[in-house]
């Protein structure tokens, strides 16, 4: 069984929305919840993303041709684990770093930078994830033809 198509496209489509929310979400602050303040946050996360989807998917990239399935699930799975837990790691290690030079408590900086690094990578890893998979695949069909 192959692989469809557009299976890295939509995993990374999907990433890129649930990252550009968070964005638009830490930028507009403790913004009111009214419904205004949701359709802007909801158009401006689909403009984003509609954004970094297009420079992503121009001229093929992304797209999966004659992959078997099983092969791809292993890749993928591999790419994802290894991106989660680096990007975890960076994420936590940046927001000690700054959560400590606001607060100064070295332990309460650390849980907190943990909990959002591993949070926010949940959101980040399956983009880049699909980004190294398809260079992967595509160097891989490449040194076959």
């Given at each position: 069984m192959k692989t469809p198509?557009?299976?890295?496209?939509?995993v990374f489509a999907l990433s890129a929305l649930a990252c550009s929310v968070i964005l638009v979400l830490f930028a507009h602050g403790r913004a009111q919840w009214t419904p205004e303040?949701?359709?802007q946050l909801l158009?401006?996360?689909l403009a984003i993303s509609a954004a970094v989807c297009f420079l992503a998917f121009r001229k093929g990239k992304m797209q999966l041709v004659d992959?078997?399935?099983?092969?791809?699930v292993g890749v993928f799975l591999r790419h994802l684990l290894l991106t989660y837990v680096a990007s975890a790691i960076a994420l936590s290690a940046i927001g000690w770093a700054l959560i400590y030079?606001?607060?100064?408590?070295?332990?309460?900086a650390l849980a907190l930078a943990i909990l959002a690094g591993s949070w926010l990578s949940l959101w980040l890893a399956p983009g880049i994830a699909s980004?190294?998979?398809?260079r992967k695949l595509q160097g891989?069909?490449?040194s076959d033809a």
């Open positions: 198509i557009h299976s890295l496209r939509i303040f949701w359709l158009a401006t996360s992959v078997p399935l099983g092969y791809f030079l606001v607060t100064r408590t070295a332990p309460n980004i190294t998979t398809w891989v069909s490449n």
